[in-house]
């Protein structure tokens, strides 16, 4: 009795498996979405130098922010408001062309205003005595594409990161204190 019974289960498990092995591969071989979840910035200063770069990368929950500052630009050693612009254009000198803060919540801004944060606001970031910076933010109050119902940077009028000359108190309003725009990126899919 104990021969015949062990064959089948044999016989069972191996009838699984080869139909869970085509099921599986036909997952991994299917449609997936071309849709990129990456986007990056040039950034530049006020003379149009290119002093470094930021990667958006779109997860489940929000997007992290990579931000890249080579060493000998002009930014002055300390902390600085960085924040999401609402328009992909640095084009002026003073890169106000960039438009205001991402906001369709209507919130106030600053990360410690009590009937904030905006939807640009995001921590500020440390630049180092030889003009260097890494830092990664991360935030859920915007999107790349609208994913969570949440603004999208990659919209019809673009987006910018723009790096401010002084520090966001992240209460004061309109932008916590954080003085004149001195780095900007317009914000660009990755292929
Ligand atoms: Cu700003």
Request: hydrophobic fraction near 35%; charged fraction near 20%.
């Amino acid at each position: 009795m104990k021969r015949p019974l062990r064959t089948l289960t044999c016989a069972a498990a191996l009838g699984a498996a080869a139909f869970s092995v085509p099921a599986f591969a036909a997952d991994h071989h299917g449609t997936e979405s071309h849709q990129p979840n990456e986007a990056y910035a040039t950034l530049i200063d006020r003379e149009r130098n290119e002093i470094g770069h930021a990667r958006f990368q779109q997860g489940p929950s929000g997007v992290l922010i990579t931000i890249q500052l080579d060493t000998q630009n002009e930014s002055a050693p300390g902390w600085h408001g960085v924040h999401l612009h609402m328009l992909g254009d640095c084009s002026n000198d003073d890169f106000t062309s960039s438009g205001g803060h991402i906001n369709p919540s209507g919130h106030d801004h600053g990360l410690l205003n009590a009937d904030g944060p905006d939807n640009a606001d995001l921590p500020n970031i440390y630049v180092h005595e030889d003009g260097a910076l890494r830092a990664q933010v991360f935030t859920d109050r915007v999107s790349l594409h609208g994913e969570y119902d949440a603004p999208a940077l990659l919209d019809e009028d673009g987006s910018a990161l723009v790096i401010h000359d002084n520090e966001d108190d992240h209460s004061t309003q309109p932008i916590g204190g954080a003085g004149a725009r001195h780095v900007c990126g317009v914000i660009e899919a990755s292929r």
